[in-house]
C-alpha cells in the first residue's frame, strides 16, 4: 500500500528483536473489509481488527495491520499515524512471543516504541 512509502519503519529491527533473526514473519497491510473476515472468522468479531497475529509454527508467524482503521484510531490513541503501525506491530510481534494483554504487554510495548521511534529520528536527521 501506497500509505506506508511515505516513511520507514523499523519492521526487521523490531522483528528481530523481539522473536530473533531467524523467526520467519509475514507482515500484510490489509484493508478494513479483509480484517473485518479474519477478525470475525478467527475471533467471533463482527469489527475490523488494528492488528491480527496468527502464530504458523513455533518459528513462523503472520501479521496483518489494517491500514484504514489504524488511520482512523492513531488520533484516538494520540500517536501520529507512522508510530501507531509501529506500535500495532511491536504488538503483533508480543502476541506472537506468546505475551497475553496485560501490564507487562503495555510495558514492553511503550518500551519498544520509545526505542524504534528513537531509533527512526536518529537514522533520519542526517538526511
Keep these: 500500500m501506497n500509505q506506508l512509502k511515505k516513511f520507514s519503519v523499523p519492521f526487521k ?3 528481530n528483536k523481539v522473536l530473533g533473526k531467524h523467526f520467519e514473519l509475514s507482515i500484510v497491510f490489509t484493508d ?3 480484517s473485518r473476515k479474519l477478525n470475525k472468522t478467527y475471533r467471533k468479531k463482527n469489527k475490523p481488527a488494528n492488528v491480527l497475529s496468527f502464530p504458523l509454527s513455533k518459528e513462523s508467524g503472520e501479521i496483518f495491520i489494517d491500514l484504514v482503521t489504524a488511520k482512523k484510531e492513531a488520533p484516538i490513541y494520540g500517536l501520529p499515524y507512522k508510530e501507531f503501525i509501529i506500535s500495532l506491530f511491536i504488538h503483533g510481534l508480543l502476541h506472537l512471543k506468546g505475551m497475553k494483554h496485560g501490564d507487562t504487554m503495555e510495558r514492553t510495548e ?5 526505542g524504534a521511534t528513537n531509533l527512526y529520528r536518529h ?3 542526517n538526511l
Design 123 to 125: 537514522r533520519h536527521r
Design 13 to 15: 529491527y523490531l522483528k
Design 32 to 34: 478494513s473489509k479483509l
Design 110 to 114: 511503550k518500551k519498544l516504541l520509545h
